[in-house]
């Protein structure tokens, strides 16, 4: 069609056929409609059409927006994930207790984690407020110091593969595939809702956030710690995860407060988590969440 020949009554029509073919969904078929608009404005500054009258513009021309839902593992489904991890645990462990994106996280060499003081320094991101520091709780510097003690590494990655190289986003998240059907038998057992098989390493990110605010962290900080420019996405994890712990009971408050202890700060609590982190194995079914206390004396070198 001529630029100047499209009506608003063709954009409609566009619209109406792309919902019939249910192949986009009303987000994806809202974005064709915005960059349809945004040539008609560059035809409208060239002379092509009436800057007032671009077709595409106008809440009338879009879709009814839906938020997708994101798949998510609850704080209480935390112990059972980490215990049924095996050999990917620390890297869990890791997007988990300090809110590192996959990639963030497999991009980690030894240099890069100072044990002594518990920061883990994220120099390779997807944006420039994504590289930076973050605050390791007590129990992931006792996962990471026990990992370091068995690969016996100073240098290279955090995180390898199987044959020594460096571990690869795509290869994650098969693994965590893994890791969710051995957690879910766990789960079932102590009557826990089972973590869905769409839930990504990123959901790990939602669940640092619902820690973190659980146990009073403030909004701006965790947002600095996951490497956001703007809390906005921290906010909307804040309200549900404050409030989330008054309707808890039985089985599921016991394992959300054990998530809690591991992401804990202090080193005390830290103890005390897997105190009672053995002591319910003991008692429940399934696979023992097991003490991860470092298998030689606390690292206090900075690599």
Request: positive net charge.
């Amino acid at each position: 069609m001529q630029l100047g020949a499209i009506t608003a009554e063709d954009v409609d029509r566009y619209k109406a056929a792309k919902l019939r073919e249910g192949v986009l969904g009303p987000n994806q078929i809202n974005k064709s409609l915005g960059l349809l608009a945004q040539i008609l404005d560059a035809a409208a500054d060239y002379g092509y059409l009436d800057p007032a009258r671009n077709p595409a513009r106008g809440p009338r021309r879009r879709v009814k927006r839906t938020n997708p839902s994101r798949p998510a593992i609850e704080p209480e489904q935390l112990p059972s994930l980490l215990a049924a991890a095996d050999r990917l645990r620390p890297i869990l462990a890791t997007m988990a207790g300090g809110g590192l994106r996959v990639g963030e996280a497999c991009a980690l060499d030894w240099p890069d984690l100072n044990l002594a003081t518990g920061t883990i320094s994220v120099g390779r991101a997807k944006t420039e407020a994504g590289v930076r520091q973050v605050d390791a709780p007590a129990a992931l510097r006792e996962e990471l110091s026990e990992h370091k003690a068995r690969t016996r590494r100073l240098d290279g990655p955090v995180f390898p593969n199987r044959n020594g190289g460096r571990q690869t986003p795509s290869n994650a998240q098969r693994r965590l595939k893994t890791a969710i059907r051995r957690a879910n038998r766990r789960l079932s057992a102590l009557g826990l809702g089972p973590i869905g098989q769409a839930v990504s390493p990123h959901s790990l990110r939602r669940l640092y956030a619902s820690l973190r605010f659980a146990l009073g962290d403030d909004p701006v900080y965790v947002a600095q710690q996951l490497g956001h420019t703007e809390p906005a996405f921290s906010m909307k994890v804040y309200a549900r995860a404050v409030r989330r712990r008054e309707r808890l009971t039985g089985s599921t408050l016991r394992e959300f407060d054990r998530a809690l202890q591991w992401a804990a700060m202090g080193s005390q609590t830290a103890k005390d988590a897997d105190q009672e982190s053995n002591a319910t194995a003991a008692q429940s079914p399934g696979m023992a969440w097991t003490s991860r206390k470092p298998a030689t004396s606390p690292d206090s070198s900075a690599g």
